[in-house]
């Protein structure tokens, strides 16, 4: 950032280091002033790798069950709508058609400061500047998102959805738009509390929000009879009170404690020095969910049984996917340290020495990134194989929850192998998108998701009309193994250790 830049030098990308080719000359710093250098490693013994995996799991559990806690208060929401009439669902089923890809875009782009973070965690004045930034980029992208999501009537009328169903909005949109910008901000503390390794913080964010919401919602929708204006009410109430509790903790219970964190006058350089990291995360992730609503409207159209079980198996795919979203969330930190200390590509200056700890950057740099990647990778597949395995083993039981339809649990006991490459596949390639994350490096996988599931879009309705829900499946699973290729790739490429510089 550039109000970070006469402090510290390192959360820059390779390509914006002080003195590459790329670097305007009047900003590389000067020889004798380099104020912070970044410490040699020798003080830092490596973990052993059983504890570091270890380390990655007390961070990971707690934003596990975060995750577990929103998606059942989802679920619950949707359970109580559904109550209120079919209109009503639908009115909320529209306004969210747009509001989860806004969100995913917001979330996404907030994520571009979890590696600025984690890199001075320990550095309240230097974490200043990256906080207010982020709070900025909160506020431009957060207005963005509301201004789609309160346009839901407007879209509603010009494609002719059902007067019945523009009837039933009332307020929901409008106030569905308020609660985006209020998760802009709670979104922005969250993946700072992530970023500074306070998991067990943010998981009391998403608890405090799901219990809010589990209360709120059939108050409002059941009890006072308020509709889908109710259900909006609840979602905005439920923001505003998540976001301060957020806020609260970032402020009173981290290394930030006592630091003046208003958002001052806009730093845009800054602004775009994280945005530019997070824009490609929330375009990656529009890609996805845009891509798997497409597969949803091919499989509508082959019939009812079809499209109940494809809902059904993406259900399960998001439960046994969480913990490699949980884990890869919680590596970020980890890495982004440890590429800090990676090789620098630039070599010292005519008659300077190379600073001490070059040696133990090039030792410990890189490799330490790919081992944390490793550890995150021998931690969440496990976890995600077992959880197959048991739905594997009680599949009967565990769709007929979801599910009474015989037809239905069949369908998906058929595609059980499919389900589960699907989300292997999902899981293997979710690190080192976490890993490109943390090295400041988000293009590749926005790359990645771009062409794989590019060409899965073009497929769907040829492949579903051909082979059915089963074909389908198989080439969403041979999609996630394209990601896996892809974005590992990426992954060990921009990690291999450059040589050191030549003698002078």
């Not at 509001?99 to 979890?114: D, E, I, K, T, W």
């Not at 330490?368 to 550890?375: F, I, P, Q, S």
């Not at 089963?470 to 290729?485: C, F, P």
């Amino acid at each position: 950032m550039a109000d970070e830049r006469p402090r510290d030098t390192t959360d820059q990308t390779p390509e914006q280091q002080p003195g590459s080719p790329s670097e305007p000359p009047h900003e590389a710093p000067a020889t004798a002033t380099a104020p912070t250098p970044v410490p040699p490693l020798t003080g830092e013994p490596r973990p052993a790798f059983p504890r570091l995996v270890g380390n990655i799991a007390g961070k990971a559990f707690p934003l596990y069950l975060s995750m577990a806690a929103s998606v059942f208060g989802t679920m619950v929401t949707a359970g109580v709508l559904g109550h209120t009439g079919t209109a009503v669902l639908a009115a909320y089923a529209m306004t969210v058609a747009l509001y989860n890809p806004a969100s995913m875009v917001v979330q996404g782009a907030l994520r571009g400061s979890m590696p600025f973070v984690a890199g001075n965690s320990e550095d309240p004045a230097a974490l200043v500047p990256t906080v207010r930034n982020a709070l900025w980029l909160a506020l431009c992208i957060g207005l963005l998102g509301s201004a789609v999501v309160a346009s839901v009537p407007l879209v509603a009328r010009l494609i002719g959805v059902p007067d019945q169903t523009v009837a039933a909005f009332g307020l929901l949109p409008y106030l569905m738009a308020l609660a985006l910008l209020a998760n802009a901000f709670q979104a922005c503390a969250t993946t700072l509390l992530i970023g500074l390794g306070r998991s067990g913080q943010a998981m009391t964010v998403g608890l405090v929000g799901t219990a809010l919401s589990v209360v709120l919602v059939p108050a409002l929708v059941l009890v006072l009879g308020l509709g889908a204006t109710g259900a909006g009410l609840a979602v905005l109430l439920t923001a505003l009170a998540v976001t301060a509790v957020a806020h609260t903790l970032l402020r009173r219970g981290t290394v930030l404690a006592g630091q003046n964190l208003g958002p001052g006058s806009p730093d845009w350089a800054g602004i775009w020095h994280i945005a530019r990291v997070g824009l490609p995360m929330g375009s990656t992730m529009l890609i996805k969910f845009g891509v798997l609503g497409l597969l949803a409207m091919a499989v509508a159209r082959i019939g009812s049984t079809e499209a109940a079980a494809h809902q059904v198996m993406v259900t399960l795919v998001t439960f046994v996917f969480l913990p490699a979203t949980a884990t890869g969330q919680a590596a970020v930190p980890f890495m982004a340290r440890a590429a800090r200390a990676a090789p620098r590509n630039t070599p010292p200056a005519p008659g300077r020495p190379s600073p001490a700890g070059d040696e133990t950057r090039s030792d410990k740099g890189f490799a330490e990134v790919r081992r944390t990647l490793l550890a995150g990778l021998a931690l969440a597949l496990p976890v995600i194989a077992l959880s197959m395995l048991l739905v594997r083993a009680a599949v009967v039981p565990v769709v007929g929850v979801l599910t009474p339809d015989p037809e239905v649990v069949a369908l998906v006991t058929a595609l059980v192998p499919a389900l589960f490459v699907v989300v292997l596949a999902d899981g293997v390639q979710a690190m080192p998108g976490m890993g490109l994350l943390a090295l400041k490096r988000t293009t590749p996988p926005l790359y990645a998701f771009a062409v794989c599931f590019g060409l899965l879009a073009l497929a769907a309705f040829p492949v579903a009309a051909a082979g059915g829900l089963a074909w389908l499946w198989w080439a969403y699973a041979l999609a996630n193994l394209g990601l896996v290729l892809g974005q590992g790739g990426s992954f060990l490429l921009l990690t291999r250790t450059p040589p050191g510089p030549s003698p002078a």
